[in-house]
């Protein structure tokens, strides 16, 4: 993923350190087809003890500027569970709209959760 990430210009990969230890991954990830090249997909994790210390917000600032910097990216895009408020709050304040809905989509210990895809136009 590194090494794919290094190689394309639509495609990036950051990362949150403390204390030398790597707390934060943010990706964006976007395919060479011309259809579809102006798309990134944004991924985002932050271990738990750092959560809610501001990193999150601060790396989907960073991806952010940097799809508007690459000179291809037009549009972010994500998905997430519906029912993690947490991320989808984040993901509102930086501007995201929700696109739509896939009904029970995921199962977790035999229970369904609905998928929200969510979009930005930079
Ligand atoms: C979702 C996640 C990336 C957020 O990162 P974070 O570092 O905890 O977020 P921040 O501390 O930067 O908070 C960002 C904003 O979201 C808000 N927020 C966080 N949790 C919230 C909640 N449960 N309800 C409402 N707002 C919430 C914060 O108030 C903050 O807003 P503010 O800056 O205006 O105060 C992180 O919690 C995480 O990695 N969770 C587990 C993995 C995951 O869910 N990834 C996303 C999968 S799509």
Redesign the pocket.
């Known amino acids: 993923m590194i090494a794919e990430a290094n190689s394309s210009e639509n495609s990036t990969m950051i990362l949150a350190v403390a204390d030398d230890e790597i707390v ?1 991954i943010g990706t964006i990830s976007s395919n060479q087809k011309i259809k579809g090249r102006h798309v990134g997909t944004l ?4 271990a738990e003890k ?9 790396m989907m600032d960073e991806l952010i500027m940097w799809c508007r910097l690459n000179g291809i990216t037009s549009k972010i895009s ?4 519906q029912e ?4 989808i ?2 993901y509102e ?1 930086c501007g995201f709209e929700a696109e739509g809905i896939l009904k029970n989509e995921i199962c977790i210990d035999g229970r369904f959760s609905n998928l929200v895809y969510m979009g930005l136009m930079i």
Not at 84 to 87: C, D, L, M, P
Request: charged share 10%.
């Open positions: 934060g991924g985002i994790v932050v750092y959560c809610n210390t501001g990193i999150g917000r601060s994500l998905v997430t569970s993690n408020k947490g991320a709050a984040l304040k």
